[in-house]
């Protein structure tokens, strides 16, 4: 067991997930509960915003899953994210039945449609259960129906990404409608209350921070077991020379299919814990574009390492809200420029930068097939050549 | 890849990569200053460092804080920006005039970029960081409900100037824009009537979001009530950003066959230019098939050829070619302003009805800073109502204490080939806004009333006994 | 029939002038107008009054009088040209030379009549004088300005008018302009007492199997409140019923046959968005996500030469986009060379990364041109010669700036088929798209090549622009709404063959607009994107592969 958990990374990689950890989920509620006046006190207002950073973490981190290890850049992950969103958005309507702005039982959208009654898949989201349940299912769904078929056809590379993007389009083109029952360009907003809480209320807004740092780190966990076990290891020789894997023996279908599935799952919990933060889920998370950043992010960060892609996530969206309210106009160039500089010159991403310096003496010489691969990963974990236990 | 010394090569990079986003930043960073010398600074939001003292609220000297919530980029920003910018002219005539209770008033401009989650979190931002004392924004519906939220949880006043449709009256929110009994309705009623072609069969055709849903349903219950049966009526939506018309316009020529026709189009935003191509490459007239439209004004005629136009309608509270003195002042006033800051455009730089409900909005807010002797929103909300403002349409417009809208006045304009309308029939005065229409069987009996003892945007009996 | 108005109206003054210079010849005119004139005079000038009414019964007054010279004035009045001068005459107003002319005798304004103010008339005005203009039009020598009076009084129309009709469709000798009169004779005669004008109508109607009259026919074979029929006579109601079988199997013949059209229409859009990336994708490899981009700078790129024609070369305006082509195409063949030196090249054996990539110059694209032109998008004009349309049958416009679209498609296609097959640049790139190294080893210069075909894939992106700029809006983000399709177009077409991308481009379109009648727009590509969605899986190659290749 020790050994299994020496594993995921060192004792210094521990002692570090553990304070930062303790940072997140202790030390800022704390700051926030401080006097104003404080000069360290957190303000109110970036409670909500930091647990939007975190989901985004989350997406970040389920996106490394598949593409920095096991070599699938999906241009759709989003898509995930959003119908999490949507679930969670679904039980949060119906559980605000008769206190929208028309006052009836149906949501506010169904509303000025003019229909009469609940359309039959919203039955059931006034149960929290069922709608936790149904807003991992369904995207689970998805995405090993869609997985499937598609590994299954060894559709791969670009062609696999383009496909993504299609699916996403089409998903964002079907949610747009007014007719297929979500809200259309609206989408689901107005939220009142989530268990029974106010969501207004900062002590609402306090437990959903806390509880998106806690699954920040109960995501990092869990995809630090995946990869660092043997199932790890096979996506990472997936990643880099799928047919010898299968010809190894090894179904690369079903490890890239059961991948695919996971990362999915956890972008919908991301999902359903960004939308009583942000109060609104609308078609345009689903756009392409979004996933596309998705992947800038994890580039930015540093593909293949789980923590970099945090990183990634929380540095480019932290740029984003203060290049967007500082410099409008300059926003675009710093992301476009970012997407160029870091694909041409930092493939590893911020954090192989600092890898890299730190390890310059051992760096081998640069062939194209190294890039794609990551620095030995941080905190002295075994190196990549070892042969897998059985 | 490259073959010199790899420290080299690793050095030149960081400093290229370094150098080029130096580069860009500034280069946004300059466009930013020329063009919006009234800009301040946001804090930033950077996650992890610490957030500097938040500045005290109310403060009762220095500058009064004016957020403008409008997007600068993304779909909406063909229709935003100039709001941005007849705001900041408004801010300034209103500074060099001295000001409001002797202080001057700060712009503080955001650009939630057509992302309306985004929207919230800047509106959340200018309360709660900026602290600022009354926010002027919003364009669509969708970004009017994501803000709606946080306005009322933080106590905040937004005005909001475009034209919508109603079923809303909230109190933390003045709307300067047209409810559908003051723009729709009318319109509708003018094609019903002989001089606007005695349509006896009616399209209603939207882009597919709430503002053209609830104003069709409107509508569609308002024919009924004038005895047009449903198979008179076509109702079809389309997606923002669509640009495929022929198989529409071609249904659209079907269906009127032989019965005299009228479109109501609520379509929003770029699909106008597709929509109105292909009516005039299908041949179908103003004549044949007037078409009113509800979200097409000067500034949207501006990107379009008009040839194929003239003769279409528009209705609104006003148009630019009203002829009063007040308008030409105002006018004078906006392509001066233009002028002097080198807006993109120039001299073809137009004003629409939700500029002028900016312009009259911000008036209005001043007035009743001056009146109430103080920023704070409670004191404000009390007296907005009831202000008074000589406006560029020609008429004395009040705000209704009651339900929070302006009365407006009634204009049906007729495209001409400059791009300007000619106005071919108005209400004799403003009229009221019914926040709650009251064709709509549901919303029988609903009051939209904020004054004692109803005091409720939304409700059939009084809050008070 | 051809929607053409300006050139009509010119025609139709010359008509006027024609009419007028006979009139003077017939009667020995003296220098000035004939006497009887004079009545003429003050309704033309009650044309130019200050309120509807008045208006109104100008022309009320001009439909008695019956005088073809009333002609220009009555077509400037619906034109928006005429002008009430400040001599309280009516004046017409050329919008090209500026200048005020007489409606009847044609000759220049006096001083005294500037400054003219525009005569404030809306719809309803123009509705009155439209029949009465084409009233008046039906004895025109111009078989084409008598056809568009016939259609017009076949729509409207007063009753009066019935005689006057008749004997215009007695003596009409062109079958075209007859066809129309039989219409507008049967709008009238459908309401006559006479059961057989009635059914002489219907028949009519039967024959041509046009749809104005369908709400007519639906009326006779409808029922009245009190459960008789509308119509007595069963023998014409018999003939109705036939006549609106007739009518709407045409109709549904019609819809069919445009659909088809418009998803050919469709296609070229479709092709040339993706034809530049089947280019760059098929013979590169290289995913360029800026491709929508170049699209949007051919589009400016005529913005601009248009703007520039507007300014310094008025009289040329109608050729703009004879300048607009080459310059749209040097202008993104330069920019994709240059993107080729400075990135693409970095990362051919890295097509994610050059997806990202490519990516981000798109944002920084865009966000250049927005602030360059404005976020707010442009107006580019049609030149006359491509404004309106053809009518291929009652009810199927084909309009002229789509047809030049497909056009100029098939031109370009056939251009690119011919470099790539039939000279010697072509046979290189051929080279390199099936074996890279050989193709270097025998002295095929590949890097330079490289460069070149992705700036001409990027070229015929910007002709693609050209081509969109005359069909829709032009604004910084046009090129994200193509790039979906593009990718769509190229992955289902097969990677490396030109052949697959017209194909996919054109079965794509039609199917698109196929579906649409009866799902709607947004229903119609959901249907198409999951349909290549689950093509792909079957057939992950395309429709077309180029044999011996497994993936990209």
Redesign the interface.
């Known amino acids: 067991m020790r050994e299994r958990l020496l594993q995921f990374h060192g004792r210094r990689g521990w002692l570090i997930l553990a304070v930062a950890a303790a940072a997140l989920i202790i030390l800022v509620p704390v700051l926030n509960s401080l006097p104003k006046s404080f000069p360290l006190s957190v303000p109110d207002y970036l409670i909500p915003l930091l647990g939007k950073f975190l989901c985004y973490g989350i997406m970040a981190i389920a996106m490394d899953l598949v593409w920095g290890y096991t070599g699938i850049l999906s241009l759709g992950h989003a898509l995930f994210f959003a119908l999490g969103g949507y679930g969670m958005g679904m039980y949060l309507m119906r559980r605000m039945a008769g206190e929208g702005v028309y006052r009836s039982n149906l949501p506010d959208f169904m509303v000025f449609l003019d229909w009469k009654q609940l359309p039959w898949y919203w039955h059931g989201f006034q149960h929290f259960g069922f709608a936790v349940a149904m807003l991992l299912l369904v995207p689970g769904l998805l995405a090993l129906v869609f997985g499937w078929f598609a590994f299954r056809s060894r559709i791969k590379g670009v062609y696999l990404s383009i496909v993504t993007q299609a699916l996403t389009f089409a998903a964002m083109l079907l949610f747009f409608q007014n007719a297929t029952g979500f809200g259309g360009n609206n989408g689901l907003t107005d939220f009142k209350h989530l268990l029974g809480r106010s969501l207004q209320s900062p002590a609402t807004k306090m437990a959903l921070y806390i509880a998106s740092a806690v699954a920040l780190v109960l995501t990092y966990l869990l995809c630090r077991f995946v990869v660092t076990s043997k199932l790890g290891r096979v996506l990472t020789a997936i990643r880099d020379a799928e047919l010898k894997t299968r010809f190894c023996g090894y179904e690369s279908t079903h490890y890239k299919v059961f991948v695919w599935t996971l990362s999915a799952m956890l972008c919908a919990l991301a999902g359903a814990l960004y939308v009583p933060q942000v109060g609104i889920i609308n078609p345009s998370e689903m756009q392409p574009s979004n996933s596309i950043e998705l992947a800038i992010w994890v580039a930015v960060g540093g593909r293949g390492t789980l923590i970099g892609p945090l990183l990634g996530a929380l540095l480019l969206n932290g740029a984003k809200s203060y290049l967007t309210a500082a410099f409008p106009s300059a926003w675009l160039y710093v992301l476009g420029g970012i997407f160029v500089l870091v694909t041409l010159f930092l493939p590893r991403g911020v954090l192989g930068l600092l890898t890299a310096a730190r390890k310059r003496k051992a760096a081998p010489a640069e062939r194209p097939a190294d890039l794609e691969r990551p620095v030995a990963t941080e905190h002295g974990a075994a190196p990549e050549n070892a042969v897998v236990s059985p | 890849?490259l073959d010199q010394g790899?420290n080299l090569t690793m050095i030149r990079?960081?400093a290229?990569?370094s150098l080029?986003?130096l580069g860009?930043?500034t280069?946004?960073?300059c466009?930013?200053e020329e063009?919006k010398p009234a800009m301040a600074?946001?804090a930033?939001?950077?996650?992890?460092a610490?957030?500097a003292?938040?500045a005290a609220p109310a403060d009762d000297k220095g500058p009064i804080k004016v957020g403008i919530l409008h997007s600068?980029?993304?779909?909406m920003?063909?229709s935003e920006?100039s709001l941005k910018d007849v705001a900041l002219m408004t801010i300034d005539e209103i500074n060099e005039a001295g000001g409001v209770l002797g202080r001057k008033l700060e712009p503080v401009v955001?650009?939630?970029?057509s992302?309306?989650?985004?929207f919230?979190?800047?509106a959340?931002?200018l309360i709660?960081?900026q602290h600022v004392a009354v926010t002027f924004g919003c364009w669509t519906?969708?970004s009017r409900?994501?803000v709606?939220?946080?306005f009322e949880?933080l106590n905040g006043l937004l005005f909001y100037p475009v034209q919508y449709?109603g079923?809303?009256s909230s109190w933390n929110v003045f709307y300067t824009g047209a409810a559908p009994n003051q723009q729709a309705i009318p319109a509708v009623e003018y094609l019903m009537s002989?001089?606007?072609?005695n349509a006896k069969r009616w399209v209603l055709l939207g882009t597919?979001?709430?503002y053209p849903?609830?104003t069709n349903?409107i509508l569609r219950y308002f024919l009924h009530s004038k005895g047009v049966a449903d198979d008179d009526i076509m109702e079809?939506?389309?997606?923002?950003?669509?640009?495929?018309y022929?198989?529409?316009v071609?249904?659209v020529?079907?269906f009127a066959?032989?019965?005299r026709t009228a479109v109501v189009s609520t379509i929003n935003g770029?699909s106008n230019?597709?929509f109105y191509?292909?009516l005039?490459?299908?041949?179908i007239k103003?004549?044949?098939i007037?078409v009113v439209a509800f979200s097409v004004g000067e500034?949207e005629l501006?990107?379009?050829?008009t040839?194929?136009l003239?003769?279409q309608?528009a209705a609104w509270n006003y148009f630019e070619s009203i002829d009063n003195p007040t308008n030409k002042a105002f006018i004078d006033k906006w392509m001066a302003y233009v002028k002097k800051n080198n807006l993109?455009?120039g001299d073809k730089r137009v004003t629409n009805d939700p500029m002028e409900a900016t312009y009259i909005g911000i008036h209005m807010w001043a007035q009743a800073v001056a009146q109430a002797h103080s920023t704070n929103v409670d004191a404000v909300r009390q007296a907005v109502g009831y202000q008074h403002f000589k406006a560029p349409s020609g008429f004395d417009i009040t705000m209704d204490a009651e339900n929070h809208h302006l009365h407006k006045p009634v204009f049906i304009g007729?495209v001409?080939?400059d791009g300007q309308f000619?106005v071919?029939?108005k209400t004799d005065g403003p009229i009221k806004a019914e926040a709650w229409s009251p064709y709509i069987p549901?919303d029988k009996g609903k009051i939209a009333n904020w004054l004692y003892p109803w005091a409720c945007g939304?409700c059939t009996e009084a809050k008070y006994k | 029939m051809r929607f053409a108005p300006a050139l009509t109206s010119s025609r139709r003054f010359a008509t006027g002038l024609l009419a007028l210079a006979a009139l003077v010849l017939v009667t020995g005119g003296d220098a000035g107008r004939p006497a009887f004139a004079d009545t003429l005079d003050d309704a033309v000038n009650g044309l130019a009054s200050s309120t509807g009414e008045k208006i109104s019964a100008s022309v009320k007054q001009l439909a008695t009088l019956d005088d073809p010279r009333a002609i220009p004035a009555l077509d400037a009045l619906c034109d928006d040209r005429l002008r009430a001068g400040a001599d309280g005459r009516a004046w017409i107003f050329d919008s090209h030379t500026h200048d005020l002319k007489d409606p009847v005798t044609g000759a220049p304004a006096p001083a005294g009549a500037r400054p003219a103010k525009e005569v404030e008339l809306d719809n309803d005005i123009r509705r009155e004088a439209q029949p009465v203009l084409a009233q008046l039009q039906l004895a025109s020598p111009d078989k084409s300005v008598r056809l568009a009076a016939a259609e017009e009084l076949s729509k409207a129309g007063s009753d009066d008018a019935a005689v006057m009709l008749h004997k215009a469709y007695d003596k009409e000798k062109d079958k075209g302009v007859h066809d129309a009169l039989a219409l507008a004779v049967a709008r009238l005669d459908i309401q006559s007492k006479d059961p057989a004008a009635r059914l002489a109508a219907v028949q009519l109607i039967h024959k041509s199997g046009n749809d104005a009259m369908l709400g007519e026919l639906q009326r006779l074979l409808s029922v009245g409140a009190d459960g008789q029929p509308q119509e007595p006579d069963a023998q014409v109601r018999a003939e109705a019923k036939e006549a609106l079988n007739a009518v709407m199997s045409r109709r549904r013949t019609i819809t069919a046959v445009g659909s088809v059209i418009y998803g050919v229409s469709l296609a070229s859009v479709l092709l040339f968005a993706a034809l530049g990336l089947a280019i760059t994708f098929g013979l590169l490899g290289v995913i360029n996500m800026a491709h929508g981009e170049m699209l949007m700078l051919g589009a400016y790129a005529t913005y601009a030469v248009q703007t520039f024609f507007q300014n310094h070369l008025t009289g040329a305006f109608q050729y703009y986009l004879a300048a607009a082509v080459p310059v749209a195409f040097i202008v993104t063949f330069a920019v994709g060379v240059v993107l080729e030196r400075l990135v693409i090249r970095h990362l051919y054996n890295r097509p994610l990364e050059t997806l990202l990539a490519t990516w981000g110059i798109s944002l920084i694209l865009i966000q250049t041109v927005r602030l360059i032109f404005g976020a707010q998008n442009v107006a580019v004009a049609n030149p006359d010669w491509l404004a309106g349309g053809v009518e291929l049958a009652h009810g199927l416009v084909l309009p002229y700036n789509r047809i030049g679209v497909v056009v100029f498609v098939v031109a370009v296609s056939a251009a690119v088929w011919a470099l790539l097959y039939r000279t010697r640049l072509g046979l290189n790139v051929r080279a390199i798209t099936q074996n890279r190294n050989m193709a270097a080893c025998v002295g095929i210069p590949t890097k330079r090549l490289d460069a070149w075909m992705f700036g001409l894939g990027s070229g015929i992106a910007g002709l693609g622009g050209v081509a969109l700029s005359q069909l829709g809006n032009v604004g910084p983000e046009l090129g994200q709404a193509y790039i979906i399709d593009s990718f769509m177009v190229v992955v289902l077409g097969g990677v490396g063959r030109l052949a697959g991308a017209i194909v996919s481009a054109l079965g794509l379109g039609v199917i698109n607009k196929l579906i649409e009648p009866a799902a709607g727009a947004v229903m119609g590509k959901i249907v198409v994107l999951g349909f290549i969605i689950l093509f792909i899986q079957r057939r992950p190659q395309g429709l077309f592969a180029i044999k011996g290749r497994s993936e990209a």
Do not use: C
């Open positions: 890849m790899k990079r960081y290229l990569s080029l986003l860009a930043s280069f946004g960073a466009e930013k063009a600074p946001a930033p939001a950077a996650p992890a610490p957030a003292p938040a600068l980029s993304g779909t920003a063909i920006t955001v650009d939630p970029a992302n309306w989650p985004l919230a979190e800047k959340r931002d709660q960081n519906s969708v409900k994501s709606l939220p946080v949880e449709e079923e809303e002989k001089k606007g072609g597919d979001y709430v849903r609830t349903k079809k939506y389309t997606p923002f950003g669509h640009s495929d022929q198989t529409i071609a249904d020529k079907k066959a032989g019965k770029d230019v597709p191509k292909e005039g490459n299908q041949g103003a004549t044949d007037p500034e501006r990107g379009v050829d040839k194929p003239v003769g309608l993109p455009g007729e001409k080939a000619r071919v029939w549901d939304n």
